[in-house]
């Protein structure tokens, strides 16, 4: 009856913590970018989607591409319809690992760098990336922030040439995510 | 990822159809779209003369009726615009509402979208008998439309168009005031950036007055085929109808080519939208 009532206490334990190492958000930001000459083109979403493991470095994110807002309703219209076709594709993923996870603290206050390696997927072409950003735990609380670039090309987005110059071949992306313990 | 997919089936988000058409005219009438909310569209339109004038008229490219009008997206759902047309020189405005939005998710979902619109046309043209006693009000003529539209495929859109046009006043007794039609148009996707178009007006026997016929004397019910073509900011649709006018009544009822005889004008829209107020809300 001891023995049972330990091995019960042992795993709940062991429940509680990897509940307590699983962070995650449905409210993080993505938001990219595309400056030319003559067009900037920027794009934000506050809707994003992503899990953190801060035992494993597990960091997954979801995207919804129709969540995606723009200045000017043609441009989401068009984003939507003839770039990343989010009818055939509704969802971009990440999928991937903090390389450098025994340099982040996660008990101590402080920015951390970190290197995610991992392979993204947007319009249904998945490639490996490794980018850099930073963790920053403060009160406890973890945030994660990113900033990288990514080709078009590479996911097979064509520009038509007649508006080439208004779109950039080369796409700067930025992550900002608050995570909350999951409950 | 199996967890944030779990994460994300829990609370499945209403997904909207969108772009059923490229713009909020199909060829001459309305489609299901909308400006979006603060976004105002500059539609130019012309319709050529009938191509069958021959080469003296050089195919009816020396005649030119034209529309400029100006539509503007109050909300997502309302929008509302303004025109004028050399056309019996009217001038035109409608309001233009989103009942239901084709839409997959969420609590519920609708197979169909429907809008309904009304326009309002004023013809200015001199009074044709000025010895009587003419009223304003006499100049109005109203159309009211429903669009039930559904965005079958990325390929294909479809929409039926129930319309009723009714006259502040017929020159004949005989004529109905109030005339009904159901329009049928769609899409079909070429490529990314182009489309086939063609919408039909069929007038239904519905008015008779005094065993007469139910549309005006010596019209056709309206058909038009043509092409959207779709460059950044503009849409241009270039096609070929049997209809002179731009407006609802002119186009539903007042018709008087005979498309299968070539009285076809060869006609374009250009739109231009300018965005008036950023989409996002300000942070």
Redesign the interface.
Known sequence: MKKLFIVTVLISAAAFATAQS?V?T?TGKISFYSRSKVEKVEA?NNEV???LNTQSGDL?F?V?L??F??????M??HF???YV?S??F?KS?F?GKVTNLATVNFTKDGAYPITVDGELTIHGVTKKVTSNGSITVKAGKIAAFSKFSIKLKDYNITI?A??GD?ISEDIDLTVDCKYEPKS | MKMLEDESKKEKKKDYATATFKTSRLINGHSIENAAAGVLDLKISHRFGMVNKGAYEFFGLDQATMRLGLDYGISNRLMIGVGHSTFQKQYDAFGKFKILRQSKGGRWSSPISISAVSTVMLNTLKWEDPTRKNFYTSRLAFAHQLIIARKFSEGLSLQLMPSMVHYNIVSEVTIPNDIFALGIGGRIKLSKRLSFNAEYYHVLPISIVAGEGYMLPGTKNSLAVGFDIETGGHVFQLHFTNSTGMTEKTFITETTGDFFKGDIHFGFNVSRVFTIKDKRKKK
């Open positions: 699983i995650m449905k934000d989607s992503s899990i997954v979801a919804l129709k969540s807002h723009f200045e000017r309703a043609l989401e219209e939507n319809e003839n076709e009818d055939k509704p993923t999928k038509p007649l508006v208004k």
